[in-house]
């Protein structure tokens, strides 16, 4: 079983927004999170504290706080819909671990 | 920029020994403080990070398959290797390559980028 925990599914209307949350221990170290398609590669979202890869559009954000990394989408598209998985390390440091993810549908 | 290709064949028999290529295209994968990592997904389920190999040339295992598991480099070809043995059906999956990276500062982290497209290995006899 991970290390991190994430809910299996989450829903939004279009246009509203959206909080994936991934628990685990935070408090000195960032989640990256990383969105899936059905049928391609993950693609990196969101890095450290509150980074943006180029092309990643900025209706995504993160944010940590203790036990809980989020990933927020803010005014949520439907191309927005898919798996997200957040990584950190794993208790030991010397490892790194992918939460269970979480599917977004957008309504 | 640095792409990934994943490359190696699609069925193995149980017992085996899988091995998969990663050929790193765009840049040198001597260059740089990066882990050159492997991570798989089995049908319908989440992500599992098998391991990685650092610049450097030092390693880390899931400990999960650390007792079948030897990433390796070759810098001459500018890949990695995934070998996993003593396959069973439980290591069919789709397995994808990534550039990991890790800072400690300004805060510490770590995240995968760029992936590839990754590879479908089914074990059947």
């Known amino acids: 079983s991970s290390e991190l925990t994430q809910d299996p599914a989450v829903s939004v209307a279009l246009g509203q927004t959206v909080r994936i949350t991934c628990q685990g221990d935070f408090r000195t170290y960032y989640a990256s999170w990383y969105q899936q398609k059905p049928g391609q590669a993950p693609v990196l979202v969101i890095y450290?504290?509150?980074n943006r890869p180029s092309g990643i559009p900025d209706r995504f954000s993160g944010s940590s706080s203790g036990n809980t990394a989020s990933l927020t989408i803010t005014g949520a598209q439907a191309e927005d819909e898919a798996d997200y998985y957040c990584n950190s390390r794993d208790s030991s440091g010397n490892q790194w671990v992918f939460g269970g993810g979480t599917k977004l549908t957008v309504l | 920029q640095v792409q990934l290709q994943e490359s190696g064949p699609g069925l193995v028999k149980p017992s085996q020994t899988l091995s998969l290529i990663c050929t790193v295209s765009?840049?040198?994968?001597?260059?740089?403080?990066?882990?050159w990592s492997w991570i798989r997904q089995p049908a319908g389920k989440g992500l599992e990070w098998i391991g990685r190999i650092h610049t450097s040339g030092s390693t880390n295992y899931n400990p999960s398959l650390e007792s079948r598991v030897t990433i390796s480099v070759d810098t001459s070809k500018n890949h990695f290797s995934l070998k996993l043995s003593s396959v069973t059906a439980a290591d069919t999956a789709v397995y994808y390559c990534a550039r990991g990276i890790r800072v400690v500062v300004p805060a510490a982290t770590n995240w995968f980028d760029p992936w590839g497209q990754g590879t479908q290995v089914t074990v059947s006899s």
């Open positions: 765009g840049g040198s994968i001597s260059s740089g403080s990066y882990y």
């Open positions: 450290g504290k509150n």
